[in-house]
């Protein structure tokens, strides 16, 4: 059994930035990806990047490129979101997870989850 345990979300104002962090422990640690997808009330959790954990390729939404990084360090197990100009668009419940499949963008291709952290970006 793997645990995914999120930190780092708080309030910020539009143009901040925050660094999300989510740690996995548990049995051994090999997940083909980890992502990161997000939620608000009323709508379907939205992919928003994701890292290959042994190649380390990248994967990002359209809406976030250039403005979020995703990154991770084997030696932690931990996977950071790095997110910068942040604006009240992505004010949502952000979620770590970690895949065995192939398909980093699809929420059933995950097979666990973090308990989400909540990130507020105020106008």
């Known amino acids: 059994q793997v645990q995914l345990v999120e930190s780092g979300g708080g309030l910020v104002q539009a143009g901040g930035s925050l660094r999300l962090s989510c740690a996995a422990s548990?049995?051994?640690?090999?997940?083909?990806?980890m992502g990161w997808f997000r939620q608000t009330p009323g709508k379907e959790r939205e992919f928003v990047t994701a890292?290959?954990?042994?190649?380390?390729?990248?994967y990002y939404a359209d809406s976030v490129k250039g403005r979020f990084t995703i990154s991770r360090d084997h030696a932690k197990n931990t996977v950071y979101l790095q997110m910068n100009s942040l604006k009240p668009e992505d004010t949502a419940i952000y979620y770590c997870?970690?895949?065995?499949?192939?398909?980093?963008?699809?929420?059933?291709?995950?097979?666990?989850w973090g308990q989400g952290t909540q990130v507020t970006v105020s106008s």
């Open positions: 997870a970690a895949e065995k499949g192939t398909s980093v963008y699809t929420p059933n291709e995950y097979d666990y």
């Open positions: 548990g049995r051994t640690f090999s997940p083909y990806a």
């Open positions: 890292i290959t954990w042994s190649g380390g390729s990248t």
